[in-house]
């Protein structure tokens, strides 16, 4: 399935209004979360970190970019994770390591998409 960065999500929301966890990045996150295949959520925080978090809140890994993110990062159809904060990063989805970055893109407040082709877009 190919949700192309539509705000929709496969997965259900709670039935009940009760907090289940909380999860403290340390700074502020501006970034909106996207989910995994997994259930594992992604997203970035204004110190410059991506996290991914289980779905019982506990940390799976941390990457720093030193730079701020308020872009919503993207997820390929072999798991990868795109951010964007004046480069592009591509992440592995188990680890958090870095798969490869191009700079100078000057897209730091464009979110990537991927569209059906799998094809990945910035602005």
């Known amino acids: 399935m190919i949700i192309n960065n539509t705000g929709q ?3 259900n929301g709670s039935a009940t209004n009760t907090t289940r966890w909380i999860f403290s990045a340390g700074r502020t996150v501006v970034s909106s979360p996207v989910i995994g295949s997994d259930g594992s959520i992604y997203f ?3 110190g410059g970190d991506v996290y991914a978090v289980n779905t019982n ?3 799976i890994w941390k990457y720093s970019i030193y730079h701020a993110i308020s872009s919503t990062p993207a997820i390929d159809s072999d798991g990868s994770i795109y951010v964007a904060n004046g480069n ?3 992440l592995n989805p188990s680890n958090g390591k870095l798969n490869w970055i ?3 893109l000057n897209v730091d407040k464009s979110s990537p ?3 059906n082709r799998y094809h990945l877009h910035w602005k």
Request: hydrophobic share 20%.
């Open 9 to 11: 999500s496969p997965f």
């Open 102 to 104: 191009c700079n100078g």
């Open 57 to 59: 809140g506990t940390l």
């Open 44 to 46: 970035g925080s204004t």
């Open 113 to 115: 998409s991927i569209d």
């Open 88 to 90: 592009l990063y591509s």
